[in-house]
Every structure is written in structure tokens, then in C-alpha cells.
């Protein structure tokens, strides 16, 4: 069974409980294969079943929460830091396990003949 959601809408979060109760197999696809910083890829290690929530990813994975209990992954000048996660290596190592990247140039095309 293939699903192809958008993590942040009701339905996403409905197909999602759905998918991970059932034994079937979910298929999570993404437009850019470069994210901003390891939080926006917090949703494909759930799917993976490598943490139980993002909760969870944040709980476990980032050293520094500002006074709202934010996490902070920024350095002093707005950079995004890898250094702000516990164990960036362990995350890297998981999404090389869960990822396929396709180059879409090498996709087959129908000719319109």
C-alpha cells in the first residue's frame, strides 16, 4: 500500500496513526532531498521507526532549549548548527538506511508521438 502525505495536515497525521498500526508499508516522498536543518527530517525517522514521536526525536536528539523550551539549533549568528544535536553522526547513519534518492533525469519518458 503506498501513501503519499504531507506530515503536518489532519489528514497526514490520520494516515500516518493508520500506517504505523497496521503492518502495512508507508512510502513518504519529499520534493527536495535537502532540508534545512535535521528537526525538518524529524517526521521520515519517525515513519522509520527510529523514535516513537518528534517529541521524542527532540527529547533525545538536541542539547539547548531557550526559555520557552524551544530547541535552539542555531549558532550566535543565526547559522544553523550541527553541533546543537546530541549525535548528528547516529542521524546521518539512520537516514542513510531509510533513504533512496532517485535523479528524476534518469526516469523513463513516454514520447508523445
Known sequence: MLAVFSYYSRLAAACYSFFT???????????SAISNSYLDLAPYLVMGGYYSSKTDFIRQQIKWFDDYHNPVITDNYGNIS????????????????????????????????
Open 21 to 31: 498500526k497496521s503492518q502495512s508499508t508507508c512510502i513518504a516522498l519529499t520534493e
Open 82 to 113: 550541527r553541533f546543537a544535536f546530541r549525535d548528528p553522526d547516529l542521524i546521518d547513519r539512520q537516514l542513510q538506511e531509510i533513504s533512496v534518492y532517485r535523479s528524476m533525469t534518469q526516469l523513463p519518458c513516454s514520447a508523445s508521438s
